[in-house]
């Protein structure tokens, strides 16, 4: 484990942030006070940012994932209303201006 005073670790992020990933943990200091950890990520954390940011999302109960379907494909959503039926009615809404 290792510790880095704030300004040092502004200074040469890159460095440390190697050091992290590596498996190490590295304390930053303020003022000789420990203030935040970086660390490498949890074995169970995916390593696609989005899949992160998913994740904790549904753990801290902001969205709740969708049922999974039990198979088959998505069914196809019912069509609104026909192409030529929605191109009659724009033709007469411009007409009428």
Do not use: C, W
């Not at 192409?83 to 809404?93: A, F, K, Q, T, V």
């Amino acid at each position: 484990m290792r510790s880095v005073g704030i300004k040092v670790l502004n200074s040469r992020l890159s460095e440390y942030v190697r050091v992290a990933a590596s498996g190490e943990t590295v304390l930053v200091t303020d003022r000789d006070r420990v203030v935040a950890e970086l660390g490498p990520p949890r074995q169970t954390r995916s390593p696609v940012l989005a899949d992160v940011f998913l994740a904790d999302a549904v753990r801290d109960g902001v969205l709740t994932p969708p049922e999974l379907a039990l198979s088959g494909p998505p069914p196809v959503p019912a069509p609104v209303a026909r192409l030529d039926e929605i191109l009659n009615e724009l033709g007469e809404h411009r007409r009428d201006r």
